[in-house]
């Protein structure tokens, strides 16, 4: 019989980044503030949490990132002024986000990497598995991949992070995960982990995403872990420890996602990211996809 492990509650959400890639719409306003259609990106990752189960969220925020804080708190003047007017529809849109989970915020001050950024969740995670969401990936939530990772980790225990196959000419782009096959067509078991490797160096095709399911016993691991690319200390790193040896943490185990994933990392993934989505919309499809149909055959 499979093992039963702790149920998980905790989502860690890193937003401490400069948004360099995105000035100078990011020089007053944080990147995860930046809309896709009419929310900002950090709302869907939010409630991908929320979805999963995971009402607890701990976002690592930064300097000039206060309007994060001010997204997911009440504003009682707008919903003043919303409920006079009757615009119910409008208030339920405004107080949705201020709604969605409990919160939690905590500064990194220095940008040190993904791994510090994860570190300083340690007093709020405590030894409890938790997840971790990284803004630039947002899960289609008709394909729920979290939830399928807190399964796993439940099942299996130890950490689980999410891989999806890319074209290896772009593996460099992403850290890389060396992996042996399971009796589940979706999981694999990992054997090692690299960061952004040449592609002849790539032990697979298999690209981590940003979403992670992880053991406590990495915040040990991250304590001792050296800056490795780029001078920051790489979460990466730390599972790569992880996956070689399973007596510190359990094993290191990967989901691959065959679903819908939208980049907003780039400009020109974002948006496409915006585009896919308003012509999904119920509310804003049907126009806006015969408009760009036509726009389209114009421009060809």
């Known amino acids: 019989m499979t093992e039963s492990h702790p149920r998980i509650s905790k989502a860690v959400i890193p937003a401490a980044g400069l948004g360099t890639r995105f000035l100078p719409a990011t020089k007053a306003t944080p990147k995860e503030m930046l809309p896709v259609v009419d929310k900002p990106a950090i709302q869907y990752v939010v409630e991908e949490a929320v979805s999963a189960g995971l009402d ?110 890319v074209a290896p000419e772009q593996i460099h782009l992403y850290g890389c995960a060396a992996v042996d096959a399971t009796d589940e067509g979706d999981l694999v078991k990992v054997t090692g982990l690299v960061e952004k490797p040449d592609p002849a160096d790539a032990p697979s095709n298999y690209a981590i995403i940003g979403r992670y399911v992880l053991d406590p016993h990495i915040f040990d691991i991250l ?30 185990h990967g989901v691959v996602f065959k679903g ?29 996809r015969s408009w760009l149909r036509s726009y389209v055959a114009e421009e060809m």
């Open 56 to 165: 607890d969220v701990l976002m690592i925020t930064g300097r000039n990132k206060r309007p994060l804080e001010d997204h997911f708190d009440r504003n009682y003047e707008l919903e003043s002024a919303l409920q006079k007017k009757g615009d119910a529809s409008r208030l339920a849109k405004v107080q949705e986000s201020s709604d969605l989970a409990t919160m939690h915020y905590v500064r990194q001050g220095d940008p040190r990497g993904l791994g510090h950024a994860v570190l300083c969740a340690a007093p709020h995670v405590g030894h409890e598995p938790f997840a971790v969401l990284l803004g630039d990936d947002l899960i289609d939530p008709r394909d729920p991949l979290l939830a399928r990772m807190v399964e796993v980790q439940e099942q299996h225990g130890g950490s689980v992070i999410a891989l999806m196959e």
């Open 223 to 252: 304590r001792k872990t050296e800056p490795g690319r780029g001078g920051e200390i790489q979460l990466t790193d730390a599972l790569q420890q992880l996956a070689a040896d399973e007596k510190v943490g359990g094993p290191v």
């Open 260 to 288: 819908r994933r939208y980049d907003t990392g780039d400009r020109g993934d974002y948006l496409r990211a915006i585009v896919r989505l308003a012509c999904e919309r119920e509310d804003l499809g049907p126009d806006f």
